[in-house]
């Protein structure tokens, strides 16, 4: 019998035309046609995070932060995709993890991370599809003690890959994304 599960999407992408957050929202569509799957979109955009700085906490967590650590708390797992910039990941996306990691009250230590289940994703116009900060991403959920599956997608060439419905154009990308999202669903319902 399989357990229902709720699904994080995040972008580390800020952009309005993210080939990431085409990619996330794609992978999670296809996760939530597996059956049992609620998705959660995470816009780091919208909720406009201020650096990361101890000196914000002395009077307590941001309410961006707050808001933050709420989606990411009341999900199963996560469905990230990151850009690559500079041979590693978004600023966005560092800051947002680095605020997630935070303890609020009572709360039990790395509430947002220790135990989830995530699946990895990149995307960029270049050949490797941003594979070098994908591998930043997973050092940084492991130390977070979140159980990163080892399947993962980088999407090369991410600026032709996408039709006008934001679906994948080529069948082999669109089998190898999907399945990290499947993979995903598959692992968190095992361990849940």
């Known amino acids: 019998m399989s357990k229902d599960i709720r699904i994080g999407l995040i972008s580390g992408s800020l952009r309005k035309a993210s080939f990431n957050t085409q990619l996330v929202q794609y992978v999670g569509k296809r996760a939530k046609e597996l059956g049992g799957v609620e998705l959660v979109t995470i816009d780091l955009n919208q909720l406009d995070l201020p650096m990361f700085s101890e000196d914000l906490e002395t009077d307590g967590l941001p309410q961006s932060a707050l808001d ?15 850009p690559e910039y500079n041979g590693s990941i978004s600023g966005a996306l560092k800051n947002a993890i680095d605020w997630a990691s935070r303890s609020n009250g009572d709360e039990p230590s790395l509430a947002c991370f220790k135990g989830k289940v995530c699946g990895l994703l990149a995307a ?9 900060g994908m591998r930043h991403v997973r050092q940084i959920l492991t130390q977070l003690q979140t159980f990163v599956i080892p399947q993962e997608y980088a999407l090369g060439s991410a600026h032709q890959a996408f039709d006008e419905n934001s679906d994948l154009k080529d069948e082999k990308a669109a089998s190898f994304a999907a399945s990290v999202g499947a993979e995903t669903v598959r692992v968190c319902q095992k361990l849940k």
């Open 124 to 132: 960029s116009p270049g050949g490797l599809g941003g594979l070098r």
């Open 68 to 82: 933050l650590k709420e989606l990411m708390i009341s999900c199963d797992a996560f469905l990230i995709s990151t």
